[in-house]
């Protein structure tokens, strides 16, 4: 079959990768199988362990041998992970399905990127993060549509065909994706593989360890995925148990999420639209005062989301929080593609600042699930928004940088 132009198929993948919903893995989570908070962050922190122990082995590989392959088994994996959680009943094969999904998700985190850069140049590359964030949009709407209206007829069925297309995906790069910008790193004729892959990965660490604006967007990263994890595995518990549903409107929790969800992807696709422009505009420096901007406005609606009393607030809250959110990632690769000047060693830096966010996650995980069983699920998500303090202070110390890597920068020892 014949391989397609990188832009046609990156933009095709971002359609359809977007159109599985969490959405309704988490009401099944909680509605059906009734997990409890710690099992609910247990799920995540198993993810995130795997994502912590595989992220930089499985960039590596891709910098050394093939970035199509790698995402070729990650997505496969991810989907076959997904499909599977829609079929199983105990919360011990669910967090264990989990971690095999955050495995999965390591050979796609940094090959995806890097893959990108490599075919269409890093000059290409905000730009068209962006307008695939804006398909993404698209796709999610379409997924919602489906998949929210599959599960009003069964919720497993909904999860399984979420967990279908992504699978589809990976097949689908086997056969389409071209590979023509990549070139491997070079290797002696009779150096064994694993020898190759630990260079690879030592000529990462010191690219990082190198440049203080790239240590700096790496430390950021563990405390964004400290909050994230807490956020991403309470907020429907959150108004399930605390908030409570609007009785007078008679629908499903799969309804009201689906509602939120597609507003703010309605107000997430013009967003966007405005962003590409200022992103194809502005300088590095500006780039990064978007970032901060976005992670600033998450901190602060985080907070009010924690404390919201009634349905009205918490939806406003997380309208706005998946709105900042959807848009933080295109603009944060961006700035990270823009610091890594080496494309050998580009899959592999990816992966290690991947690999910040799910130390995050795993170590902060545990912590904040305890946290919302002994006092309470609003205490533990506002834990969650205050840890993303020290990112803030991390992006401010990029700023002063020019949001750039200076040109005689010295080791950050301290750090």
């Known amino acids: ?23 309704v893995v988490s009401i099944h989570l909680v509605r059906d199988l009734h997990l409890s908070p710690l099992e609910l962050v247990l799920m995540g922190t198993a993810m995130e362990a795997a994502v912590f122990c595989f992220e930089v082995p499985t960039g590596v590989v891709a910098d050394t041998y093939s970035r199509r392959a790698s995402l070729a088994v990650g997505f496969v994996g991810m989907g076959a992970a997904w499909v599977a959680v829609g079929l199983v009943d105990s919360a011990a094969a669910v967090i264990g399905l989990w971690a095999f999904w955050g495995l999965s998700y390591t050979f796609t985190s940094g090959a995806y990127q890097a893959w990108l850069a490599d075919e269409i140049g890093v000059d290409r590359l905000g730009p068209a ?4 964030a804006r398909l993404g949009f698209v796709g999610t709407l379409v997924g919602l549509a489906g998949l929210v209206a599959l599960s009003s007829v069964s919720l497993r069925a909904s999860v399984v065909a979420g967990g279908a297309i992504t699978l589809l995906c990976g097949i689908g790069t086997i056969l389409l994706m071209p590979e023509e910008g990549f070139t491997p790193r070079e290797r002696g004729a009779d150096a064994a593989p694993w020898r190759e892959l630990v260079a690879t990965a030592a000529a990462g660490a010191r690219f990082v360890r190198a440049r203080t604006l790239l240590v700096l967007l790496v430390a950021s990263e563990l405390f964004a995925g400290m909050s994230s994890e807490a956020y991403d595995r309470l907020r429907d518990a959150h108004v399930l148990r605390d908030i409570g549903l609007p009785r007078s409107v008679h629908l499903g929790p799969a309804w009201w999420f689906g509602a939120v969800a597609a507003a703010a992807t309605v107000f997430g696709f013009a967003a966007v639209s405005v962003l590409i422009r200022r992103v194809e505009q502005r300088s590095s420096r500006e780039v990064a005062r978007i970032l901060v901007f976005l992670l600033g406005v998450v901190f602060a609606v985080e907070l009010l989301f924690a404390q919201a009393g009634g349905f009205g607030v918490a939806l406003a809250a997380i309208l706005v929080i998946s709105l900042a959110r959807s848009l933080l990632y295109p603009v944060y690769m961006t700035w990270l593609n823009a610091q890594i000047d080496d494309s050998s060693v580009r899959a592999t830096v990816i992966s290690i600042a991947g690999q910040a966010d799910a130390v995050g996650q795993a170590a902060g995980g545990p912590a904040l699930g305890a946290v919302g069983n002994a006092w309470g699920i609003r205490t533990a998500l506002t834990a969650g928004a205050l840890v993303l303090l020290p990112a803030l202070g991390f992006y401010g110390r990029a700023l002063a940088h020019n949001g750039r890597e200076p040109e005689l920068a010295a080791l950050p020892e301290a750090t």
Request: aromatic letters at 12%; charged letters at 20%; zero cysteines.
């Open 1 to 23: 079959m014949r391989r397609q132009p990188a832009l046609r198929v990156f933009y095709a993948l971002e359609l359809l990768l977007s159109m599985p919903t969490w959405i």
């Open 129 to 132: 993060l962006l307008r695939g």
